[in-house]
């Protein structure tokens, strides 16, 4: 079994391999359930020319979130509406110099491998997204039917020989989806996101998981935690190092200047004036520094992206998700439960200790609801829930 955060990783930034498949069916009795607001089906494995290929429902472009919230915008023509309709993200339209109207053909897998290619039943792109700023950018979106429709004459990974389905009979056969990677699902209220996610483990049809993004993204942080105060320290010793030589070249510059110094003596000039003139020549140097950064910085204002409020925004939901996922741990730890996931699961089902005041309950439930919401901003997809097949 994969770890949550593998999977994430796969379904909302397509970093990784591709995991197994979900059952449509189960897929539809997630969508079914009370707690259930929306769904997001999506379908991945395919590429055209090492973009990642996104089978997917017109919910997508409905439920869709990034950033601050914010809902996929069209920068040129309309979502898809026929089997072989594609929408490109804003990256893959500019590196290729895609257009509307203009024919392309996806690929198998990765494309790594020879004749993986769905020549025979091209797409054309009659839309292509704003840029976001996301892994939207990088992605080829067509709908379920059309990643039904280029694998009908494909079996175990590899096209049937002497069976070719032309495009104009696709549509004779059934399209509807048997399978889908990931589904992404938002619910009604927030706070029941833990007992759906216990409700998808227990599913009896299909071994299923369900991912929350904040609490997979915390662990990702962790683990990028310790890869950042490593290079935190190499980035000590380096500066270190520049000042070990620095301080080496002004001595050498200092020697060069052996016999400049000595005439400057020599006509009356004071240690103390000597001292005051390097001094100067040192400052006029790191001035001179400052305005030609400050002069190309300005020259280059898009790379002032880090300091936008979305950037803060986002930077500020994860320290704050961060902080109660500890506190709550801390408090699982004290009252002899490891595993943090059931602290949190008994503190939104209510299950505190009869023993608590009316007043410990419902500080409880204020911190359960401060957890929830700054999980629900953090950078993943702006989903309560990611469902995957668990083994």
């Known amino acids: 079994m994969r770890a949550p955060v593998q999977l994430m990783l796969y379904a909302v930034f397509r970093i990784g391999e591709a995991s197994q498949n979900m059952r449509w069916t189960s897929a539809q009795k997630i969508s079914r359930h009370p707690a259930v607001a ?13 973009f990642p290929v996104l089978g997917t429902s017109l919910d997508y472009f409905t439920h869709f979130r990034y950033g601050d919230r914010q809902l996929l915008r069209l920068q040129a023509g309309k979502p898809f509406e026929g089997v072989f309709d594609a929408v490109l993200g804003a990256e893959v339209a500019r590196r290729l110099g895609y257009r509307l109207g203009q024919k392309i ?19 054309f792109v009659v839309g292509i997204l704003a840029p976001t700023g996301t892994p939207v950018d990088r992605t080829v979106h067509i709908s379920l039917a059309g990643m039904e429709a280029v694998h009908l004459d494909w079996q175990g990974g590899a096209p049937v020989p002497g069976f070719s389905i032309p495009p104009e009979l696709v549509r004779k056969f059934d399209l509807a989806a048997k399978s889908i990677t990931v589904q992404l699902v938002g619910l009604k209220q927030r706070g029941d996101v833990f007992a ?15 991912v929350m993004p904040g609490v997979a993204l915390d662990q990702l942080w962790e683990v990028v935690g310790q890869g950042e105060q490593a290079l935190l320290l190499v980035s000590w010793l380096v500066a270190l190092v520049g000042l070990g030589g620095l301080v080496a070249v002004i001595l ?13 003596r020599s006509v009356g000039a004071r240690p103390r004036e000597l001292l005051v003139l390097l001094a100067l020549e040192g400052v006029a140097v790191t001035v001179g520094g400052i ?3 400050v002069a190309q910085r300005r020259s280059h204002p898009h790379r002032r992206f880090c300091h936008s409020p979305r950037t803060r925004q986002g930077r500020s939901a994860r320290v704050s998700a961060r902080a109660l996922l500890r506190r709550l741990h801390s408090r699982s730890a004290a009252a002899g439960q490891p595993d943090h996931l059931r602290g949190l699961r008994q503190a939104a089902q209510g299950r505190a200790d009869h023993g608590r005041d009316m007043g410990q309950r419902s500080s409880e439930r204020r911190r359960r609801r401060q957890l929830v919401g700054a999980l629900s901003r953090s950078h993943a997809s702006q989903c309560d829930c990611i469902v995957f097949l668990a083994s």
Request: cysteine-free.
């Open 291 to 293: 305005l030609s950064g």
């Open 38 to 50: 929306w769904t997001i089906p999506l379908s991945l494995g395919d590429s055209h020319h090492g």
């Open 196 to 210: 759906m996610q216990r409700a998808i483990a227990d599913d009896v049809d299909e071994p299923l998981m369900g």
């Open 252 to 264: 050498a510059s200092l020697d060069a200047r052996r016999r400049e110094l000595a005439i400057l």
């Open 105 to 123: 053909v996806l690929t198998h897998g990765s494309g790594a491998l020879e004749g993986a290619a769905h020549g025979d039943k091209p797409f």
